[in-house]
């Protein structure tokens, strides 16, 4: 089993739409949780730390289920400003990345 | 807001050749991270280093690369004998703690490209 699954997608949805992903990771020792996103080829860059009660900031609410080793996203209202790839990162002294799934916002 | 500086943007190298990749993490953070990208793969960890010695390395790190924190604010990576399959984006993270939900801040990156 990979240590992080993540569908690659991609989604394609309009503007406006809610769309959610979800990432499995293998490590159940792991104790920090991060989503971050990455636009082509560029650095990645945080978007949310992931709590055990779930959080929520702004239109992006992530949620950990420990017992089933998932996390997930979701994205409310979505803008054009928020095609790119969103990467899910179990991790503690290191983290460890998914391949990513890739969102296209379209007008 | 305090950010990760990287230099150079793009280097480009000599197979054979050792190149040196520079790195300033956010000036109050402690831990220090290499992480790579070959085109059209995932981030992979490489090193964390804290308190001049490395913490943990991965699989990768081996003994073609080292990393270095030569002053108080720069932190290098160097990969000697640089090889075709080392081309790719190498990031440097850094974070103020090692504790939980303590996020990992990325710099943009150096483009490795290895002729």
């Known amino acids: 089993r990979k240590e992080v699954e993540q569908d690659p997608g991609p989604f394609n949805v309009p503007e406006g739409a809610t769309v959610a992903f979800n990432c499995t990771y293998s490590?159940?020792?792991?104790?920090?949780f991060f989503w971050y996103r990455q636009d082509c080829r560029k650095e990645p860059k945080l978007l949310m730390s992931?709590?055990?009660s779930g959080n929520e900031d702004g239109r992006f609410t992530a949620q950990l289920n420990r017992a089933s080793q998932y996390i997930s996203l979701l994205i409310r209202d979505s803008k054009l400003s928020d095609s790119a790839t969103y990467l899910c990162?179990?991790?503690?002294?290191?983290?460890?990345f998914g391949t990513g799934t890739r969102l296209l916002v379209s007008p | 807001e305090p950010e990760v500086t990287q230099t150079p943007s793009h280097q480009v190298t000599q197979m054979g050749q050792e190149v040196i990749l520079r790195c300033v993490p956010i000036?109050?953070?402690?831990?220090f991270y290499w992480y790579r990208q070959i085109l059209g793969q995932k981030v992979e960890f490489l090193v964390s280093?804290?308190?001049?010695?490395?913490?943990?390395k991965s699989e990768i790190f081996d003994d073609q690369f080292s990393v270095e924190r030569p002053d108080g604010s720069n932190f290098t990576l160097k990969i000697r004998s640089t090889k075709l399959e080392d081309s790719a984006m190498y990031f440097c993270?850094?974070?103020?703690?090692?504790?939980?939900?303590?996020?990992?801040?990325f710099g943009d990156g150096t483009r490795l490209s290895i002729l």
């Open positions: 993270a850094s974070s103020e703690e090692q504790r939980t939900n303590q996020p990992q801040h």
């Open positions: 490590n159940s020792a792991s104790q920090s």
């Open positions: 992931v709590y055990s």
């Open positions: 990162a179990p991790g503690f002294q290191k983290l460890v």
């Open positions: 000036s109050n953070h402690l831990y």
């Open positions: 280093f804290y308190n001049n010695e490395i913490s943990e």
